[in-house]
């Protein structure tokens, strides 16, 4: 082989070493690093009007649970196999106080205390109170179900953003749970890639003027497709960027989106439109290689939904068009179940990935070592987030 | 955290330990404690009339076997792959005298005795007698074929029934392999979980007055939602137990049913109609999460088949009917591919199922030192076991 | 248990080993000896015409890669997983100069070389040069594309065949990549078995006068059905076997089959015209457990395809008809997705098959020891092979 030759057969792909992710950012499961820190937050599980008192499945940081909503309004989440004899609560039949067995009839409330064994002596009056199904507390706010996952001294307080508060009289919150804000649409809920893959991407703000708008054609706004001015900083909540855009003649924008631990993305209006965001969505992990979205917005009272990016539904479109027309979900999923971290190589403009899986490493490693990261409180009193993230003309922008 | 907080978060789904099933008495495969002991006994793997010459696939203890009937009408079950190149016997012919490879054309008897090498000098006259495709004994009784698959010096005789002898002129016997006696339909024959929720399923007469009565409506007869007092005890061939119920003003009603080892399930009539039972099923593991029932019954010549105990038959409900009316289908099934044991709280209830687990691990534990289990007996004179299975009046009911 | 059941008892599928086949010769992936000694040589991944701009995906050797055709008709062999962030190239859109990945639009060449980076400062041009999507080197020849996926520096030279060049005003080549010469038909390209499950087939004239004629009806030419005389023998590539039939009165055939490494078949016309083969398969390794063939083919400018084997195409026939008349998909595949060669009987006729597997374990030792294996050359003065397959009558047959 001469020197020519050589130079060509650089960068073989024969030879390469194991390819792997990062473990520690990514896998979520009961005792995970990255799965113990994701347990000290609260995480939506649901939108609230579906829960209703016919149980479902649920699956959440890799664990299979049961929801259902009982004759009273309460909302539960219990590990799904009864702590009988193992059939699972899906079957199991609702009424006022809990959900029982169809197998033999023993009932849980929403804590999972044991309230009823008809096939015991007295209805099992003497044995009851030994036993609980597993069950994780639940709240409701913004539409949504929220769930505790973690070590129950450390449940911290429920957060509530200021932008969701004190609704005008022509105002609603609505909720969804659709992957329309990963590229998909409303029929699909469950994207096949790790959460990570779409979270990180909020603060890659790059990806916008090539995959929506010359690479696809213009997915947003014509003006999404000028290449930004981007700083990226850290919060109190997590990590910002800004990115600055020359509009037109004589006006500037800076668009200031936020990541916020453990899985929290605020993105501004994706047609530009001025003001704070009026949106919040969780990246909520399903297992290691599945995430669901879950948004809520304060909208007007008419409001009828979100304009469509697409020019068709994603679950309509053909492989060949997805091939020509690429979005998210195309770009994220076909990261890969999990992207292989070991196979990257990072280059300036995403020193917001790099920045984000950095202050999560320390977040995890916060947890480790028993401490509180960033974002929980125990104080009520601090409950209320303040959101930060819009899109500004020039003259009230954020200072960077 | 308060008090009353603290009491709340008891008995949180955090931090659970790992769970897992008795791999002991449950798993079937080749050189398991389980499944040395499963194959000390004779198994039904088919239901005769359907044994043709066209070779079929089938899957018992974890072991995938052909099985067909050459001209002569003897029954092979043989290792799939031939002896010769490995090719699965499921595309060979066959003829009078045996089943002959598609590939190369080696023929082997329903012994595995090789008859021909068409491809080898004077067809392989030299050679035939090392070569033995591995088999497995079959003998047919009662419209079923059994098969044998253990140690061929442990060969015990092949059980008979007392109720299936002596048919008078108007009776005949009948053999089913459908699910419908696991929750299933007659469309359905094989059910996908662990062979032992379906056996002590039926040493659990409390599951009857719940799931199959108030939990999903009378699915047996109204009768059946009287909680009966219970005895079990053990019997010569396994276990029985005797639920009393007082029926109607001044009369009540033993009724006795019997597991046998290693999977024999005799449950009388489930609407009650009095008398000794007149059938006999068996739950047969496929493999380790997958079972399927085979029953034989003693009928009149007259005979239009059972009353089904569901509205619809399983396979055409939808996931919602199921959810609102299960069976043990949903009930067995919904306790896993394998029930985890780990995470169960048997009550008094549950006597007789803690019962056969102690019974069978005893035989287990028997098989494990050289024994020989309960039910096997190597004397022809002793072949016909006796059933004392059935619904009675109280006057001739079985003392307990 | 008497001395007469004793016998019959013997070859008792009971308490056999473990099954397994032979590692060293069947496993294809990256650092396994079968996987390193057929990176030794170039292989067909495509047929050239149907390889485009629009990015497709390729599995080879168990590698997943991205094919595609630059806007200067060059062909791209690239891992999938862009160098930049990982999202898979098959949602890329190719132009003159190479393949532009969705997500942030880094541009590679057929070599992976980075040629721009649009989200970078400059385009990249300080940090491109760094950046190399690995690749591997492709070549086209005989209406097929061929890659090398081994170490550069042993790339050899790409292998051509007499019978391939020179052609005539009134002739042409075909490439097809159809699974027709492994049982299958045109519309199925990917076979379910291991590669060598095919490729030893061809060394065993003997499955011919069987499988394809006397078990299946005739299948090619009733003169298959003439037990032939063989002699195999080594070759300067591979190794050979003449088969040698009495055809008709006083006539006398020698087929002569060729199995050449590391995978090359070169199997006479089937219906047995006379003449030397025009035709060449190759049994490419798509993973450990699938196989496809690739096809060349000399044939006069009119030529219309070959005339099927089966009277129904494979695709289109019952699972029934499969077992009323089995051809080669269904003899290999029903070998296994590996066949266990642990439990095989190999007999005189399967002799080739012996030879063939152990003068591959030798090439696989040369390779392990550092040496070139057969039919691996540098010199491009040696690059065209002679082939000396073919069905000749007695009177010009090939000397055994």
Redesign the interface.
């Known amino acids: ?1 001469d020197q020519a030759e ?1 130079r ?9 070493g194991p390819q792997h992710w990062d473990r520690e950012i990514t896998e979520v499961g ?1 005792g995970t690093p990255c799965g113990e820190f994701m ?1 000290r937050y609260w995480h939506p599980v649901a939108v609230s009007e579906i829960v209703v008192s ?2 479902q499945n649920v699956r959440i940081l890799g ?1 299979d ?1 049961i929801l259902f909503r009982d004759g009273k309004g309460r909302v539960g989440l ?2 799904p ?1 009864c ?6 609560l ?2 199991g ?1 609702v009424d006022e106080a809990g959900i ?1 067995c ?4 023993w009932q849980f409330d929403v ?3 044991c309230i009823d ?5 007295d209805n ?1 009056a003497r ?1 009851r109170e ?8 639940v709240e409701e706010l913004y539409g949504l179900v929220w769930a505790y ?5 450390k ?1 911290p307080v429920l957060p509530r953003w200021d932008v969701f508060e004190n609704l005008g009289p022509n105002e609603k919150m609505v909720a969804t749970g659709s992957s329309t804000g990963a590229g998909g649409d409303d029929t699909v809920e469950i994207v096949p890639c790790n959460w990570l893959q779409d979270w990180e991407n909020i603060m890659d703000p ?2 916008i ?3 929506h708008t ?3 054609g213009v997915q947003f706004v014509p003006e999404m497709g000028i ?1 930004p001015d981007v700083t990226w900083d850290h919060t109190e909540l997590g990590m910002r960027y800004i990115a600055h855009r020359k509009i037109e003649e004589g006006r500037e924008m800076d668009r200031v989106t936020l990541a916020l631990f453990p899985h929290v993305r605020i993105v501004p209006d994706v047609r530009l439109i001025e003001g704070t965001a009026q949106r919040i969505g969780w990246v909520v992990p399903v297992d290691d290689t599945h995430f669901r979205l879950f948004h809520a917005a304060r909208v007007p009272l008419d409001w009828k939904g979100r304009v469509p990016t697409r020019e068709k539904p994603w679950s309509e479109m053909s492989e ?1 068009e ?2 020509d027309k ?1 979005g998210d979900w ?3 999923v ?3 179940p999990i ?3 070991s ?8 020193k917001g ?1 790099a920045m984000l899986r950095r202050l999560m490493k320390k977040q995890i490693q916060i947890v480790r070592e028993g401490g509180d990261p960033m974002g929980v409180t125990f104080d009520p009193a601090k409950a209320v987030n303040k959101v930060e993230a819009g899109n500004f003309y020039r003259s009230d922008a954020v200072t960077a």
């Open positions: 082989m050589k060509i057969s650089e960068g073989s792909a024969y030879g390469r009961p347990r016919r149980p664990e649970l219990l590990y196999r702590a009988h004899r193992g059939t699972t899906y079957y039949k029982r169809c197998y033999h009839g804590q999972g205390k064994m008809p096939c015991e002596p099992g044995v030994k036993i609980r199904q597993p069950w994780y507390p996952m973690g070590p129950p001294e449940k790059f990806h003027p090539i995959l010359s690479f696809s290449m060949q997805r091939q690429p195309e770009a994220q076909g990261q890969g992207s292989f971290h196979e990257e190589h990072l280059a300036s403009s995403d990935v």
